[in-house]
């Protein structure tokens, strides 16, 4: 868990501050930050697919986690340096992709070592995807903050900093030898297409950009178009991360008396009522009490959706991890580009209702899909 936090910590850090570095640091126009997530997402995206697979085929666990956290020391100290776009989008874009691959790792390396020992996975995956919100409510004001105060090299520094940290832990507690069971070369590339695990991605696909469709538009909605004091969006999101943790924790036991398909659809009913009550408000108040709705959703479908997908592929967990990952990265980059257009061409409360959408396809998939099951593990060879 505390691979996670560290390894989430320096991710936050950095990830909300780069536009911000790329128009104010290096004096680039906003239209310019895609050249830098243009290339950084679909790189991630090849980089958490290559990941999976090497640790589905007994790879050691110890040397791709030290080689995502050596790409993210290295991607942080050029940060220090940069000077350019173009800098940074031909040396430090690859390295971040391969830096965020780090998080599915540590996803796969819990799942192999819960089911080692006997341990609850779901419950390991719940208190780590915790790690994840907990970081994320620390490493972006501390970052923001830091650059407000010393600037964006002592900024980036600290962030090394957090990676050297990140090195040491790694070094130190992941077992060199730890790997998945080896399964046969020659079977590689010849797996059918499991279309179970591909439709609980595209499910959690559906969540994610109904989440970025809103984080993104929330400032300028709430600011802009509803004229709330400057606050409220941090606020919002504070609030918002208070009761998501909870409801992580939650979430897994109430999966257990229900199950985990059915917590999904509770948090799929729950997201576009957020996004709907988001699009409502006229108060300070009415964001608020939105604000517990919205963290009541995120909270049930983060703490149990790495388990519903890892589910589907029981004896590929680098796979099923890499396609949970890939559905983060993949919703946030369509949340953030749609989110402008959507905008250009009506208003940001449009955007909150498209948002609703994505949540509503999410839940129809799941009715749909509500007979399919999770094939059982098969022998790995």
């Known amino acids: 868990m505390l691979l996670q936090f560290i390894k989430s910590l320096g991710a936050s850090a950095l990830i909300p501050l780069m536009s911000f570095f790329i128009v104010e640091g290096l004096g680039s126009s906003p239209w310019q930050v895609g050249f830098y997530t243009g290339l950084v997402m679909p790189l991630t995206l090849v980089a958490n697919r290559w990941a999976g697979e090497r640790l589905d085929h007994g790879f050691p666990v110890k040397r791709l986690l030290l080689i995502s956290i050596s790409a993210f020391i290295v991607a942080t100290s050029l ?19 391969l830096a965020n691959m780090g998080s599915g790792t540590i996803f796969t390396y819990a799942r192999l070592h819960a089911e080692q020992n006997g341990l609850d996975v779901a419950r390991i995956n719940s208190w780590l995807r915790m790690m994840v919100s907990l970081a994320w409510m620390i490493g972006p004001a501390a970052s923001f903050t830091l650059v407000s105060l010393f600037g964006f090299g002592p900024t980036f520094l600290s962030a090394c900093a957090v990676g050297v940290c990140f090195l040491v832990l790694a070094w130190t507690t992941v077992p060199a030898s730890f790997r998945s069971e080896r399964r046969k070369k020659n079977d590689a590339g010849k797996d059918p297409i499991n279309w179970g695990l591909l439709i609980a991605g595209l499910t959690c696909l559906g969540f994610i950009i109904t989440n970025t469709l809103f984080v993104s538009a929330m400032p300028l909605f709430f600011v802009k178009e509803i004229g709330l004091p400057g606050s409220t969006p941090g606020l919002s999101l504070s609030v918002k991360c208070v009761v998501e943790v909870f409801m992580i924790f939650w979430s ?25 009550l988001f699009a409502q408000v006229g108060a300070f108040w009415h964001v608020m009490a939105a604000s517990v709705v919205e963290g009541a959703y995120y909270g049930l479908f983060a703490g149990v959706s790495i388990s519903y997908v890892q589910s589907f592929a029981p004896d590929r967990p680098g796979r099923a991890t890499a396609v949970y990952m890939n559905s983060l990265f993949l919703g946030g980059m369509i949340g953030s580009i749609s989110m402008g257009v959507i905008a250009s061409a009506t208003d940001f409360k449009t955007v909150l209702y498209v948002a609703a959408g994505s949540s509503v396809v999410a839940l129809l998939i799941l009715m749909a899909t509500f007979r399919m099951r999770p094939a059982p593990a098969q022998d790995v060879a």
């Open 79 to 97: 940060l220090t340096q940069v000077s350019g776009l173009m800098m940074l989008v031909l040396l430090v874009a690859p390295l971040m992709s």
């Open 252 to 276: 897994v036991r109430l999966a257990e008396r229900i199950g985990i398909r059915q917590v999904l659809m509770i948090a799929a009913v729950l997201a576009p009522t957020s996004m709907i």
